[in-house]
Structures are given as C-alpha cells and as structure tokens.
C-alpha cells in the first residue's frame, strides 16, 4: 500500500511564499498521477494542482501562474511552491497519490492527512 504524509505547511503574510512537501512510501512503485487538493471550511474539496508520473502539470485557475508543482520519484517526494499567497488560498492541504491498479498495485488512492496553510491579510 501507499503511504502519504504532507509537511510544510503553516502561517505566512499575504504575498509571502510557503512550499508543501509529500513523501511517500510503502509501494511507491504503483504511484502514477500525483495531486494537491485543498479545502476550506464550508467549502468542497478541490483541486489545486495535478501532476504525471512525467512531470505533466495541470492547475486550477486560481493558482495558475503562482504555484508550482513537481515531482522527484528518485526521492518519492511531491512539492508544491506556492507564490503570491492570498488570504483565499487558506485551506487544508492535502495529497493523493493515484495508483495505477497493475499487478501487485491498488485500484485505489491514496490520501495525506492534511497540512494547514493559513495566509493572513
């Protein structure tokens, strides 16, 4: 099974940069697509960002142009720069790692426990 826990998260000034870390582990040989959702209280999950097991990126309008993410599979290790806070921008963050239900491999994905990023004005 996949493992996945979040770091980085925490208290930063609106305009001010905070990068998110996910290590995973356990099978991180069935590891594909990689993902950052966020949520906000009385709001729904979304997603922020998503990326391949080759680097191909995808983001959400809101954060286009000021969060990065990226991948280094050598580390097991997904990143999440993020640029140009907003106080909109305070959620819960977390990581899924999809998993690509090969042999030996779980259809299912993987979920973080959640790290808080809170942005202040």
């Known amino acids: 099974q996949v493992h996945v826990v979040e770091s980085g998260g925490g208290l930063v000034q609106a305009g001010g940069s905070l990068r998110l870390s996910c290590a995973a582990s356990?099978?991180?040989?069935?590891?594909?697509?990689m993902g950052w959702y966020r949520q906000a209280p009385g709001k729904e999950r979304e997603l922020v960002a998503s990326?391949?097991?080759?680097?191909?990126?995808n983001y959400a309008d809101s954060v286009k142009g000021r969060f990065t993410a990226s991948r280094d599979n050598a580390k097991n290790t997904l990143y999440l720069r993020m640029n140009s806070l907003k106080p909109e921008d305070t959620a819960v963050y977390y990581c899924?790692?999809?998993?690509?239900?090969?042999?030996?491999?779980?259809?299912?994905?993987?979920w973080g426990q959640g790290t808080q990023v809170t942005v202040s004005s």
């Open positions: 899924h790692a999809d998993q690509n239900g090969g042999y030996g491999c779980s259809f299912f994905g993987s």
């Open positions: 356990g099978d991180t040989v069935c590891i594909s697509a």
């Open positions: 990326i391949t097991k080759g680097g191909s990126t």
